[in-house]
């Protein structure tokens, strides 16, 4: 009988799982495409006006119009700002009849001279007041105009300095205007990238912004600084591109600027594989792990890249056009291990 149990509770017991090839890990792949004729390289951009002045008058008073709001658009000729012009006016009144009263003294010593009633040098005298008058007229005019200031062109307020009814300082600075019928973006390029980047590679340059995802924006170059950062060895280059009427991009958005060239040497291919591909051993040498499918192991592979191009980083040399890489858990595998690939290789960053 007690035979018998123990038979039963042997047959009743669950054969133990099969142990798992610990040296099989599952990855994923990366199919690596070689493409002729270009190279992209991205830049962190910052959108700035074509044109920006801060305005600001040449007299000093007492603001008694300032029409504009920051986040504005005026046109050119319009009006900005005014001081109070009741002294200037005055100074006007004044100035003309300082003018009459030098004119008529002119004319009588003039009509003296012809009958010898004075001399010549009193005549002289005379007409340098006169003179005098006249610029001191054209002054004051010249003040009473400079109470006022308009748009010089179409622009955006981009922001205000003061508040209305203050008294303000000639050459206080009142406004900011932008001029945004055109964009300017800036961004600083390598000096390596700088020195090479000739007209005749350059294919094509667009940026995007965050905000439009969807979206890219043609510009042209429009210069660069003459000299490097001291600190960065970068030289900052300025793009330009005409203003979205669909779009409010404004001074200070950030943005990415895609340059395509084409590559120095017309025989290389343009390979790019994702940077968590790459792997770095002890001598600072990057390498990848090539995956071979009838055998499913790993082959350590040398490889010399480039600059980073997108999501990914260029490879110059080590790779060819539809070789399997492992695109995750690349630090993790060794000589010798076999993979499983988790779905389908990959082929596009």
Same mark, same amino acid.
């Given at each position: ?33 070689? *493409? ?59 100035? *003309? ?44 005019? *010249? ?207």
């Amino acid at each position: 009988m007690t035979g018998c149990l123990l038979a039963l509770t042997a047959c009743e017991r669950n054969e133990p799982p099969p142990v798992e090839d610990q040296s099989i890990r599952p990855a994923r792949v990366f199919q690596v495409t070689a *493409e002729g004729g270009r190279i992209l390289h991205e830049f962190v951009g910052r959108v700035d006006a074509a044109q920006t002045v801060d305005l600001s008058f040449e007299v000093a008073g007492p603001l008694a119009r300032l029409e504009v709001r920051e986040g504005q658009s005026v046109n050119s000729g319009e009006l900005v700002a005014a001081l109070n012009p009741r002294d200037f006016q005055l100074a006007v009144r004044e100035a *003309e009849v300082q003018l009459k009263l030098a004119r008529q003294d002119l004319r009588r010593k003039q009509k003296l001279l012809k009958d010898r009633g004075i001399s010549q040098s009193l005549v002289d005298d005379a007409q340098a007041q006169y003179d005098l008058r006249q610029v001191g007229l054209a002054q004051a005019r *010249e003040n009473l105009a400079d109470t006022r200031i308009t748009a010089p062109f179409d622009a955006f307020v981009a922001r205000r300095f003061t508040d209305n009814f203050v008294n303000v300082r000639a050459g206080d600075p009142i406004v900011r205007l932008s001029d945004l019928n055109e964009l300017f973006v800036m961004a600083s390029v390598p000096e390596s990238l700088a020195a090479t980047a000739t007209e005749d590679r350059v294919i094509g340059i667009h940026a995007r912004f965050p905000f439009l995802p969807d979206e890219r924006f043609e510009l042209t170059y429009r210069e660069n600084t003459g000299e490097a950062d001291a600190v960065a060895q970068t030289y900052q280059v300025t793009f330009a591109m005409p203003r979205p009427e669909a779009w409010n991009i404004l001074p200070g958005m950030t943005a990415t600027i895609e340059l395509e060239l084409t590559p120095e040497d017309p025989s290389q291919l343009n390979i790019t594989i994702p940077t968590s591909a790459l792997v770095a051993d002890a001598e600072r040498q990057f390498f990848v792990w090539v995956f071979h499918p009838d055998t499913q192991l790993v082959e350590k592979r040398p490889v010399e890249v480039g600059p980073m191009q997108g999501q990914g980083i260029s490879v110059r040399s080590g790779l060819q056009g539809g070789e399997l890489i492992v695109a995750s858990g690349a630090s993790q595998l060794r000589t010798g291990m076999k993979i499983r690939v988790l779905g389908e290789p990959v082929a596009e960053l």
